[in-house]
């Protein structure tokens, strides 16, 4: 029941080019534009806003070009663990704020409440357009992009005395290397898994560390060894980090992000301002009515 | 929210923390050790390697390994490193906060619980470290794993008591076996890894220019 390949549920990290008309916007738009859009789908709590909300980010994936199948990918690994949130929340109501609603279904201690249903939907939803939202800015966006893209919003921070062009290129760092790591942790589980170790055997969490340990400490190992390679590299290419750096690639704010963010200034605007509370009111009034007959 | 004094308090710490950065510089080790130990504990998060254990205590779901890269990067480069690993740490246990289960994941979509307390993970190891090194070195990388993940725990559970989450007295007992095991297994890596990673180095070191 090994799932070697990490690598391709990292989908987080990973630059695909397509050409699309989200490849082409300015690295700053789409920073901030999909973190507004994170920050939006975080706060907002009505289910039918949340399947909206999910029903744009997939609609941001097609428009990227991106295979939806790549892209969902991405949650994988915590699938389990979600299915079995949901399947709890649905059944016992876990993790509800109001109690008031009538069962459709119960038996035992178990009963599904139209309630339980929105936030099972509400919690799918949120989740998957969260997944969606950070892999399509990895996906639409390369790892130099990014760190302009991040230099350059960060930069008026730097009067605090913040070192942003440090920041920003430890960032694209540690997001360059997530793919290259991972790959090395597969190598690393499967060599261990050829000599007969059982990863994902004990729950005993000492037991679990005695399996993870050969493949924890050589990771380390090998990531600290290609820190001191990367190290070499960029002092022998003459890079001193530091303000007053020029940049050979200079980063053009065109119409298409002066749309780009405009639509999203007005998805956030609809996202908050229809009342989807009443939408999801009316919803749960109807499931009732259907439990009832 | 209720606590308008916390929040001053927040800020003024992050004043604080704005004006020590401006008196040190970075060099390209330290950038770069900050951002492979950053890829880590990110590569951590994102594949599940970083939770021992789906059952018992739920709460520190986010923490259980994600944290000692975080100290070896303070261990290893110092105070800044260790501040700024544990802020890659800190947005990612945000960011990764919805995905989590119910009581956890309001708590930790809050940044004041999922970032401010991280970023201290690193400073309080590195100076630990550097306060014990000279006396006993394995001595040290251990005290420095205790304390990190100590500080992990109590800076957590403590903001998310104060920000009126959650109480104390409900917290406390489902948090402490889970913190001694987090504790256990923290030092252990980190003391085999620092120790091999200076072994390596140490004969590494005659021949660098």
Redesign the interface.
């Known amino acids: 029941m090994e799932d070697f390949e ?1 690598l391709r ?2 989908t ?2 990973q630059y695909l080019p397509t050409g699309s008309l989200l490849h082409r916007l300015d690295p700053r738009t789409k920073i901030v534009g999909l973190g507004m859009l ?1 920050l939006a789908i ?1 706060v907002h709590k009505a289910a039918s806003g949340l399947l909206v909300g999910l029903l744009l980010v997939l609609g941001l994936v097609i428009l990227a070009r991106v295979p939806l199948s790549f892209a969902l990918g991405g949650l994988k ?2 699938l389990p ?2 299915l079995l ?1 949901a399947a709890l ?1 649905l059944l016992f109501g ?2 509800m704020f109001s109690t008031s609603c009538h069962p459709l279904w119960s038996w035992w201690v178990m009963s599904i409440t139209p309630c339980s249903v929105q936030a099972v939907i509400a919690l799918l939803a ?2 998957t357009a ?2 969606l939202l ?1 892999s399509l800015l990895t996906l639409t966006t390369s790892i130099s992009e990014l760190a302009h893209g991040a230099e350059a919003l960060l930069r008026p921070l730097q009067r ?4 942003a062009d ?2 920003a ?10 793919p290259t ?2 790959q090395q ?1 597969e190598k690393l589980l499967k060599a261990q898994a050829a000599r007969g170790a059982d990863i994902h055997g004990g ?1 005993n ?2 037991q ?2 005695r399996q ?2 050969p493949v ?2 050589p ?3 090998t ?5 001191e390679e ?2 070499l590299a ?2 022998a290419r003459g ?4 303000p007053g750096r020029t940049h050979y690639f200079r980063l053009r704010f065109g119409r298409i992000d002066v749309v780009a963010l405009a639509a999203i200034g007005l998805l956030l605007v609809g996202l908050f301002s229809v009342p989807f509370g009443a939408l999801d009111q009316h919803g749960l009034a109807l499931l009732a009515r259907l439990a009832s007959h | 929210m209720e606590l308008s004094f916390w929040q001053i308090v927040t800020a003024g710490l992050l004043g604080a923390i ?2 020590l ?2 008196k040190m ?5 330290q ?10 504990a ?2 951590l998060g ?4 970083g939770f ?4 018992p205590p739920l709460i520190m779901v986010s923490a259980t ?1 994600m944290h000692v ?1 975080v100290i ?1 990067g303070g261990v ?1 480069e110092g105070p800044i490193v260790g501040l ?1 690993t544990g802020l ?1 740490f800190g947005l990612f246990s945000w ?1 990764q906060a ?2 989590e ?3 956890v994941n309001l708590w930790f ?1 809050n940044p004041l619980v999922s970032i401010l307390p991280r970023l201290f993970i690193g400073v309080t190891s590195a100076y630990v470290y550097r306060a014990l090194r000279k006396a006993n070195e394995p001595l040290a990388l251990a005290v420095a794993g205790v304390v990190g993940t100590l500080t992990n725990t109590v800076l957590v559970v403590g903001m998310i008591v104060v920000l009126g989450y959650a109480p104390l007295a409900v917290l406390a007992p489902a948090v402490a076996p889970n913190a001694i ?1 987090e504790i ?2 923290a030092v ?2 980190v003391v ?2 620092v120790a ?2 200076k072994g ?1 180095e140490g004969r590494r070191k005659g021949s660098s220019v």
Do not use: C, D, H
């Open positions: 990490l549920n990292v987080i990290g994170l975080i690994p915590a663990i979600l949130l929340q876990w993790g949120r989740f969260l997944i950070t605090l005395g913040v070192p440090e920041l290129m430890v960032f694209t760092i540690a997001l360059r290397f997530v790591l991972a942790l729950t969490p000492l679990r560390t993870l340990l924890l400490v990771l380390f190992l990531t600290l060894r290609r820190g990367l190290t960029m002092e890079y001193t980090g530091g | 704005a004006i950065r401006r510089k970075l060099s390209v080790r950038i770069v050790t900050a951002g492979m130990m950053g890829a880590i990110i590569l994102v594949t599940r390697l021992i254990g789906p059952f390994i890269p070896i290893l700024i890659i960011l919805p995905t289960q119910p009581p979509s095991a256990i297994i252990i890596i085999a890894v091999a990673w390596i």
